[in-house]
């Protein structure tokens, strides 16, 4: 099972990661529309809230079933903004 700090830090440096390869394909792209990497950057940023809000929920009754799905759910975003900046 994953410990809450572990999966925070997790989904902190994916997001983040995320984040930064959205402003390195702006920089080295700058004669395509900023506004596409910035929905992408709103969307991460969305996405990693409610994650946040998810790992720090008080009542659950099984953590690491709570935990495997969200480390599921951040996976499965993850990987769609991923495709959305190779679209560009």
């Known amino acids: 099972m994953a410990s809450k700090r572990l ?3 997790d989904v902190n440096y994916v997001i983040g990661d995320i984040i930064e ?5 702006q920089l080295a792209n ?5 506004k596409k990497t910035e929905d992408i950057v709103d969307e991460a ?6 994650l946040m809000a998810k ?6 009754e099984n953590k690491k079933e ?5 480390e599921k ?3 499965i975003k993850a990987q769609d903004l991923v495709a959305k900046i190779n679209e560009l």
Do not use: C, G, S, T
Request: glycine fraction near 0%; aromatic fraction near 10%; avoid cysteine.
């Open 7 to 9: 999966l925070k830090r």
């Open 21 to 25: 390869a959205a402003y390195v394909h």
């Open 30 to 34: 700058p004669e395509q529309d900023p």
């Open 45 to 50: 940023i969305k996405d990693f809230d409610v």
């Open 55 to 60: 790992i720090n929920q008080k009542k659950v």
């Open 66 to 70: 709570h935990f495997k799905a969200i």
């Open 73 to 75: 759910e951040l996976e």
